[in-house]
């Protein structure tokens, strides 16, 4: 004990750039805080906007709306950036499964036999749901990311052996779809990502539907931490070759 | 509006104080988990600036559905910065790794 | 009546958002700081629910307790494993010194 406190003491002396750093942030801070409170009172944003748009957009739901109509653009760029992160992470590693089959504990077994059908109807309420209360693709992704947490963090055998195409299409599905909706509406002389009037309720439950397969599947394949053992790619160098080549 | 400003004020701080720790902590996870701080601290902002009482007019969806996306993001930035971590730990030389030791806050090991 | 329910509500949940995070950032175990972030996110979700943004909360929620901390924990899990097995290495570096130092299995990750 008297070992490590000696020890935080000297971990932590008076450092002059630390303490600049701290006034620099406190001075942030400050400016931000003031900056906050010149936001005049009376702007009402955007709400009586989207109120009013609101019966055209097939969906009850105003966030609903706003995300995948009215802004769709920044859905469809943040559907892009999760499976940017996905390709980052599989380019990196492939995924860290144990070299030997550990076997699972008959309670986690059954927890995920009852959970994981569950999380899944879960998942399919809230994106049907999302079309008039609260929920959505996002939603209902996360709850099935969740699902495939649960699977990993059991450790089921048939989870290491899944191959990559059909993981790589569930990646690509919501999307692709999402893209060629948007497209659809250039090709038939409308701007980009405009759903005709009639489907567009429809339409933009399929693409919450595609989109919560593809994100659930995403975050699942994060968590795993790494590409499939039948990757296309071949195997990279270990981190013991790398230790290795810094020595010499 | 009272509320608001509480709320906005909490966001605010949060923000000031993740990137705080961003700077001042060595350990890599420590400093994703600031990073996380400071995105909730501006969802917070964007949020409270939205936020009408009940009865006191509509709810602005369109800050909602920004956090919405936000939110999504930062956790796959997340995945992606502690693969990258994990990495960088395997890959960085011993000097470094030794240093590291010394100065980072995972003292369990002692 | 209900307001000032409703304001000591807040207060109460900012003081206790802002001493978490605090917490969080400065204690000295990681594995602690990982914890703490964890009720951090889902005290996140009852602020989102606080300024009625319910499809906020629901994310927040999935994401911020479902996948967030296990993310984490299994990052921690993995550096730990990694600095085990360099502190090793150092061992074997400190024991024959000078030599060539005794090559080794990689950590099984």
Redesign the interface.
Known sequence: MI??SR?KNK?RPFDPI?LL??LL??G??AL??KA??T?P?TS?????E??RFQPRSGVE???T???LN??GY??LL?VM??LI??I??WS??KA?F??KAVKTSPVQLAVVRLLAPLMCLVAAY?VWQGSHL???A??G???L??AG?LLL?AELPWLRTIHSRPLRIGLLIGPLFFLGVALLGIINGRELLTYPGKWSGSLLLLIESTCAVS?GL??AS??A??RPADDLIGQTK???C???Q??C | MLTNNLYNLCGLLLFGMGLFALFACSHLLRKILAVNIMSSGVFLVLIATAYRPLGAGEIDPVPHAMVLTGIVVSVSVTALALILACRVQETSNHSLSQSERNTNDGDSEE | MTDNILAAFDLVLITTLLLLAWKLLSCEDIFTAVVLFISFGLLMALAWVRMRAPDVALAEAALGAGLTGPLLLAALRRMERIRKYERRLDLDEERNDYKKPKKKQAPPL
Do not use: H, M, W
């Open positions: 070992i490590k020890r971990r630390l750093v701290l942030t406190i942030l801070t931000l805080i906050n409170y936001i009172v009402f944003g955007l709400a009586a989207v109120a739901s105003p966030v709306a706003v995300l009215f802004r920044d859905t943040e950036i999760l992160a996905v980052g992470v990196l590693t860290p144990p070299q809230l609260a929920g959505g996002f939603q992704g996360a709850i990311g969740g947490v963090v994100i995403t975050l994060l968590f931490g790494g270990t981190p013991a790398n230790r290795e810094k020595r």
